[in-house]
Each structure stands twice: as structure tokens, then as C-alpha cells.
């Protein structure tokens, strides 16, 4: 994906968009036509956003399925996490400052397991586990949690949370 930047960037949508808080489906084999086809515009947008996830829904696709991509300013290490699970997690916790695409100028402390062990389909069909910690298990749980209808901000107080979504429109409006 070298000319990745050149491609459309495909419009990302804004909380509270109803598709951004539904369960999505597992991708299945007759998926991958389009899974594939949505790719080089879903990360040409979350390069130039600049983000480092991005989850099918937040694109409008109801499918289970999300690219991450933490490697350092002028690389690149991109992932497609296909169907991904979280399955283990640390007892330790870590708290990281977490925004999101969804919710533009939007940041807040998150409380989360400091490593996790993850499962997805790699676009080869293969099953992949990594065990991930840092901002990179931040960052995939973010976006599995995208893929069951959950934002960065539910797992804030619903004080924080309610504070952060006015913002939200109020910002929105004012475009
Ligand atoms: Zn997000």
C-alpha cells in the first residue's frame, strides 16, 4: 500500500451515529470481496486523520472487523484484525489518554487491562494470536470494543462521559 495517501479517504462518521453503538457481524468468507475493497480508503483516512485505528463502523460497515497501526511518526506496520477476540487479559491495569475519530477533539483517561492476548483472521484467512501490551493493547481494545457498539467514553463516569458528548455536538454545530 504504497500510494496509500493518493486513494480517497473515505468519510469517517461522528458520534452519536446510531451504526457507531450496533453489534457488528462476523466477516465471512463471502465478505472479503468488499472487506477488501473498503480497505486502501479506510486507512487512507486514518493516515491522514491522523489515527492509529479505525473500526468498520466508524466507516458505516456493519462488519467485525478494524486496522490499527501504532508504529512511530514515518512508519508503517499496518494490521487488519479480522473477527478479533480479546481472549486474556491482564489483571494490571493502565491508564492511557484515549481519543477517537468518532469523536473529534475529544480526549480522555482510560482505564484498561495493561496487556491482552488477542485473536483475529489475518486477510490470508490464517488465525493470528499476539499478545499485545502498551498502547498497542490500548489501541485494539479500543477497536474491538467499536465492534461491540462501545466508545472510548463508556468506560468513563456517566458524568465525564455526558460532558464529553455535549462537547461533541456542541463542537459539531458550531462547524
Ligand atoms: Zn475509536
Known amino acids: ?19 457507531l453503538r450496533r453489534q457488528t457481524r462476523d466477516v465471512k468468507p463471502e465478505d472479503m470481496a468488499m472487506l477488501r475493497e473498503n480497505l486502501p480508503g479506510m486507512f487512507s ?3 491522514k486523520a491522523p489515527g492509529i485505528g479505525l473500526a468498520a463502523p466508524q466507516v458505516g460497515l456493519g462488519l467485525r472487523f478494524a486496522l ?6 514515518g512508519e508503517r506496520d499496518p494490521i487488519v484484525m479480522i473477527n478479533p477476540e480479546v481472549i486474556e487479559e491482564s489483571e494490571t491495569l493502565v491508564s492511557r ?7 473529534p477533539n475529544q480526549y480522555a483517561e482510560v482505564v484498561r487491562p495493561q ?26 481494545q479500543h477497536e474491538i470494543d467499536h465492534l461491540d457498539g462501545i466508545l472510548f467514553v463508556d468506560h468513563l463516569s456517566s458524568l465525564k462521559r455526558n460532558m464529553i458528548m455535549r462537547r461533541l455536538a456542541k463542537e459539531q454545530k458550531g462547524r
Open 45 to 47: 483516512a486514518m493516515y
Open 97 to 103: 489518554e484515549e481519543g477517537c475519530l468518532s469523536l
Open 68 to 73: 490499527v497501526d501504532v508504529a512511530n511518526e
Open 115 to 140: 496487556s491482552v492476548r488477542v485473536r483475529f483472521r489475518t486477510l490470508a484467512g490464517d488465525v493470528e494470536e499476539r499478545e499485545v501490551d502498551d498502547l498497542l493493547a490500548t489501541c485494539m
Open 1 to 19: 500500500m504504497a500510494d496509500i495517501e493518493a486513494v480517497p479517504p473515505t468519510p469517517i462518521l461522528i458520534a452519536p451515529q446510531a451504526v
